[in-house]
């Protein structure tokens, strides 16, 4: 009950998600999206870590990994964070009750748990939603839940009124991206290269194309990840598209930290000043689609 109440005095995940990405756009920039695997490197080092990313970090929303032993499509870096998170006893309900005491914390920004198939049906995919949403979540990226199996995870989500966000490869032809881009809710996550996630010393040579073709197929922001790791990767990205996601750089700039929430914050800070920076450079940004909820 008290879950219940909680999250009734909330607004709803994908109005959360959307007032996100549109006070990003009114400053002129792409909205900020780190990745950070609950439980790595222990559970209160994370807490600690995600605190200082919501807080004084520039994080626009927040993505929350939920360790899996099978992370199919996460790389060397975010596989090997998991990996360290499960030894300290990480499960889904755990993450959950991590996810509430960030809430508690004091971070507002949307939280969006990221996490695979398989831990969520045998938790079952209603308690999954109700308790996630109860416990703060705003929404969802599952990697590998394509929309012919999603249906079912798509009609709960709408009915807690979270956000169910579906994942783009720049391989999906016109027809499947367009069909992708309809089942999405809070925003569309763009896959920059055809890959696993992980620190990349370029941005893809078609990336910007790549947006060029999805944006009038969508009704949501794009938002892009995969292989984004320094503040001139950040730059380039943000000129294209809504969001960018970064990942396996924030983790890596973690393990090479005494002080992993303190290294935290500086490495966000310096991609959110990258976008700051964007924006006063190139003026107000073109093309951006309009923040607004999904029907």
Do not use: W
Request: with cysteine; charged share 20%.
């Amino acid at each position: 009950m008290g879950g219940s109440s909680t999250s009734e005095k909330r607004p709803r995940g994908v109005e959360r998600i959307a007032d996100a990405f549109a006070a990003a756009r009114a400053g002129g920039r792409a909205a900020l999206m780190p990745y950070y695997t609950l439980g790595y490197p222990d559970p209160e080092t994370s807490l600690a870590v995600i605190c200082a990313l919501a807080h004084g970090g520039g994080a626009d929303l927040i993505e929350l990994g939920v360790p899996f032993s099978d992370p199919l499509a996460d790389g060397p870096t975010i596989q090997r964070s998991t990996q360290a998170a499960l030894q300290h006893g990480m499960t889904v309900r755990r993450c959950l009750q991590l996810t509430r005491r960030i809430r508690e914390a004091g971070v507002t920004q949307p939280l969006l748990l990221m996490g695979y198939l398989n831990p969520i049906l045998a938790y079952g995919m209603a308690s999954f939603v109700a308790d996630a949403v109860a416990a703060g979540a705003d929404g969802f990226i599952i990697p590998d839940l394509p929309p012919e199996e999603g249906l079912s995870l798509e009609a709960a989500c709408q009915a807690a009124g979270c956000a169910l966000v579906y994942l783009l490869a720049p391989t999906a032809d016109t027809l499947r991206a367009a069909e992708i881009a309809r089942r999405s809710t809070g925003f569309l996550y763009l896959v920059s290269v055809a890959g696993v996630t992980g620190a990349r010393d370029d941005v893809p040579a078609g990336l910007e194309e790549f947006v060029r073709r999805v944006r009038p197929l969508a009704h949501l922001p794009l938002a892009v990840g995969f292989g984004i790791a320094t503040p001139r990767h950040a730059a380039l990205v943000g000129r294209m598209a809504d969001g960018v996601i970064v990942g396996s750089a924030l983790i890596n700039a973690v393990d090479q930290a005494a002080d992993p929430p303190a290294a935290a914050g500086d490495f966000l800070r310096s991609l959110r000043a990258a976008l700051e920076a964007e924006r006063q450079s190139t003026g107000p940004l073109n093309g951006l689609a309009p923040a607004t909820p999904a029907a």
